[in-house]
């Protein structure tokens, strides 16, 4: 028994040892530019930009096939650090301001088509067919795709609330900070 449990032991050693060598040896260095621009996007995962997500978003931008106005839930202060970031130039005309918002639906509406229940990429929406849906606010990315099928207009998109338990610390204007004294 002890034999078995020692040689185990050394074997396990030895392969831990092999695997972390391998890993150094190939490691494989990622673009420090995607890296930087998924620290400025939202991480909301949400889709709004045509991506399936954040990373493919900074990989598009980083590889110059997307416009720096890509990201709706972001809001301009994304978009001017994404163009800060890239050295290009931010046509602000079509970007709207943007503040936290989840889904709401409003119960006497529902039908409970469970239309939006299927869209929702993330499963935020709880509920069955013929039963009041309810959003799980935590889960909701705030990307619309509920409220653009639901036939009945019973889902929509509200600010957040600010309360002690909702309230948030807006992302700092990255240009104010570059411009600081100090």
């Keep these: 028994m002890i034999a078995a449990l020692t040689s185990l032991t050394i074997l396990g050693a030895i392969l831990g040892l092999i695997l972390g060598v391998a890993a150094r040896v ?3 260095e990622g673009n420090k530019l995607v890296e930087e621009l ?13 991506f399936p997500g954040c990373a493919g978003a900074a990989q598009a931008l980083a590889a110059g096939s997307a416009p720096v106005t890509l990201c709706p839930p972001g ?22 301001e943007s503040v936290p918002m989840i889904a709401e639906v409003k119960e006497e509406l529902c039908i409970g088509c469970t239309r939006c229940f299927k ?9 069955a067919a013929q039963q009041i849906h309810s959003v799980f ?24 609330p600010v309360t002690l ?3 948030y610390w807006h992302k700092p204007n990255l240009q104010a900070l570059q411009h600081a004294p100090t």
């Excluded at 994304?78 to 290009?88: H, M, Q, R, T, Y």
């Design 137 to 160: 606010r935590e889960a909701c990315t705030a990307c619309g795709k509920c409220e653009e099928v639901c036939p009945t207009e019973s889902v929509k998109l509200q600010p957040i």
């Design 26 to 28: 190939f490691r494989v």
């Design 119 to 127: 869209v929702c990429p993330t499963d935020a929406i709880l509920g």
């Design 38 to 50: 998924l620290d400025i996007l939202p991480g909301s995962q949400c889709g709004q930009c045509g």
């Design 75 to 96: 809001g301009r202060a994304v978009v001017l650090a994404l163009a800060a970031k890239l050295g290009k130039e931010a046509n602000l005309t079509g970007v709207q």
């Design 165 to 167: 338990h909702g309230w």
